[in-house]
């Protein structure tokens, strides 16, 4: 459908957090899960709300060809371990201010 809005959502947080194995989980609903390599990046899923289409398109920070700083996302999702409280926090400080 070329009317769907497209809707850019980046992933933010720590390495290691679970960012790219979200985005595998949503790019394959089967198991067993494979992590995707950067370059399927951004991963779309096309979901429809109050009966019209949109197309979500996911990143994360984990593509060392797309610096985050530079995709210009509509929707930012601050990211974290909840089995790491430095994680969390440096969603709260750091993370937080970059955006």
């Not at 679970?18 to 609903?29: I, N, Q």
């Not at 009966?51 to 990211?79: G, I, M, Q, W």
Request: aromatic share 8%; with cysteine; net charge negative.
């Amino acid at each position: 459908m070329d009317d769907e809005p497209v809707v850019t959502i980046l992933l933010l947080g720590n390495a290691n957090c679970g960012k790219s194995t979200f985005l595998s989980r949503l790019a394959s609903s089967q198991p067993p899960h494979r992590l995707l390599p950067d370059t399927a990046q951004p991963i779309p899923l096309t979901t429809t709300l109050y009966n019209r289409s949109y197309r979500l398109e996911f990143s994360d920070t984990a593509c060392p060809h797309r610096h985050y700083s530079l995709l210009d996302p509509d929707v930012v999702v601050l990211c974290y371990d909840i089995s790491d409280r430095q994680s969390l926090q440096d969603a709260q400080h750091r993370w937080r201010k970059e955006v």
